[in-house]
């Protein structure tokens, strides 16, 4: 059952004081900062997400996607890293806009 409302920024924070290591709660303020045009909120979210567990290769593709938007060259290095450490390369689908 989904809730009546999706929780505020404000509430994501709280929770995540309450159990930073909580991956999926961190995403999902990251991606709900996406949603709200408040990138520069979301990048942080992203790179403590792609720092803790290495393997998360959703979080590291969207912040390659973020810094590379931002006109950062090494975003794409970035991400293929992240495929790399995950011993699995997704190039096709997901890091070929990277490179692009």
Do not use: I
């Given at each position: 059952m989904l809730p009546a409302r999706f929780p505020y920024v404000s509430e994501f924070r709280r929770a995540?004081?309450?159990d930073p290591a909580n991956a999926e709660l961190r995403r999902d303020l990251?991606?709900?900062?996406?949603?709200?045009?408040r990138e520069e909120e979301a990048e942080p979210e992203f790179q403590i997400l792609v720092e803790t567990p290495p393997d998360d290769l959703l979080?590291?593709?969207?912040?390659?996607?973020?810094?590379?938007?931002?006109g950062e060259t090494d975003a794409p290095s970035r991400c293929s890293i992240a495929c790399w450490q995950a011993k699995t390369w997704i190039w096709p689908t997901v890091c070929a806009p990277c490179f692009a």
């Open positions: 995540l004081e309450l990251g991606f709900l900062l996406l949603k709200m045009d979080s590291a593709t969207q912040l390659a996607f973020l810094l590379n938007a931002r």
